[in-house]
């Protein structure tokens, strides 16, 4: 049998791709792109679920301190500053150009100690002019006198001679006018005096004030003028007059300002006890007790001032140091046979978990939980009988979601 050696030609037709197939294929491309869109979706969630793990939250710490066993009970804290009750700023009583000082800062001076003078040129000769006036004044009266004297002898020969019938009438009225009239001179000219020694006087007080001194014995706090500058008991109203020499501190006046919370006033009195800490040296106790309880209060802060006195006033207290104060109240009656207190922390430290009371405790810049048995409460901190030790670093008010072992950021 023959065949064809007609070569077969491929159907074409067989590769057509049926309607089926074509909606079959974007179908499969919208569910890839759906199922990429959610694996992005979800390595979004983890990346920031993890960074939202490794976020250090920032807190508040304090350190617990060491309880006292007995004395008295706190009452209260507040926090304030070192001020003195003296404190002046020294200022001329003229306007004047300052021509010397003789302080600087930390000099102490003694009462009526010289601290600067002023330019005293113009005063000067106004008190020349006064003192020349009444020199004038009193010669005049020297001269006045021996006329006088001249006078009464002419008007006594004058009566004589009138008496004998020898002198006029009129010559004896001209005698006795002339005497009179020189008494007359010399009691203006007296005046004259009068005057120009209150004018001298007054100049005197003018060159005084010249001369500025310290009020009374401190430390210069702050120099405010030198030499060659203006100053003025009053504002100029510009930025080139001075209206102070000094600053003067009487160190003997110190005492502590706080401010105390009006909700807690009640609790303050005047005399009652206080133990102090500044805040640059918080390792040294300072005692003292309430001199006054100022009687408004600040509606801003909604606090009330109260000023301490200093049972004893250091050599290292200065001016606008802060401090911390607590308030105490009376002799504290402890129960023989009672647990002791070992330490003072901030109510705000502890938390309450069910029936368990805890603190978190910053170590190695982690959160770690202890719990603690509390005693009493003295004003806004608490006892721990146990759980803790003093110069613990506890934080105040933790976050709700605070974890123990999480790293932590302490504010600065």
């Avoid at 919370?261 to 500044?278: H, W």
């Amino acid at each position: 049998m023959a065949t064809s050696s007609t070569p077969v030609r491929p159907d074409l037709g067989s590769l057509r791709i049926h309607d089926g197939q074509r909606k079959g294929s974007k179908t499969g491309k919208r569910i890839g792109l759906v199922l990429l869109v959610v694996a992005l979706l979800a390595g979004i969630a983890a990346a920031a679920a993890y960074a939202f793990r490794n976020t250090k939250p920032l807190v508040d710490v304090a350190s617990a301190s060491k309880a006292d066993v007995g004395g008295r009970e706190a009452l209260l804290n507040a926090s304030g500053y070192v001020t003195p009750r003296r404190r002046a700023t020294i200022a001329a009583k003229i306007t004047g150009r300052v021509t010397s000082v003789h302080f600087d800062e930390g000099t102490h001076v003694q009462e009526g100690q010289l601290l600067a003078t002023l330019d005293d040129s113009d005063v000067q000769r106004a008190l020349e002019s006064a003192k020349a006036d009444r020199d004038t004044a009193q010669a005049a009266i020297a001269d006045f006198q021996v006329q006088l004297k001249n006078a009464e002898t002419e008007l006594g020969r004058a009566q004589k001679l009138q008496a004998a019938g020898v002198e006029t009438q009129q010559a004896l009225d001209t005698a006795v006018m002339s005497a009179d009239s020189l008494r007359a001179k010399i009691a203006l000219a007296k005046q004259q005096v009068v005057g120009s020694t209150t004018r001298i006087n007054e100049a005197q007080q003018a060159v005084d004030n010249t001369v500025i001194r310290a009020p009374y014995t401190g430390i210069v706090v702050s120099k405010d003028a030198q030499v060659g500058e203006m100053v003025s008991p009053v504002s100029a109203g510009g930025g080139f007059t001075r209206t102070g020499i000094a600053t003067i501190v009487d160190m003997k006046s110190l005492e502590m300002e706080v401010d105390v919370n009006e909700s807690y006033i009640a609790r303050v009195t005047p005399n009652q006890r206080v133990k102090a800490f500044l805040d640059a040296y918080p390792d040294r106790e300072l005692g003292g007790f309430v001199r006054t309880v100022i009687p408004t209060a600040d509606r801003q802060k909604a606090t009330v001032k109260v000023r301490i006195t200093f049972d004893k006033i250091a050599d290292f207290i200065l001016p606008d140091m802060g401090i911390k104060v607590t308030f105490l109240g009376e002799e504290e009656k402890k129960k023989p046979g009672g647990p002791l207190p070992v330490a003072i922390v901030p109510q705000d430290a502890v938390r309450n978990e069910g029936a368990q009371k805890i603190v978190y405790i910053v170590k190695d810049d982690h959160a770690e939980r202890r719990a603690v048995s509390l005693g009493n409460d003295r004003g806004s901190d608490t006892e721990i009988l146990a759980g803790l030790m003093p110069g613990d670093i506890v934080i105040v008010k933790p976050p709700e979601n605070l974890k123990d072992g999480q790293a932590v950021q302490v504010k600065k």
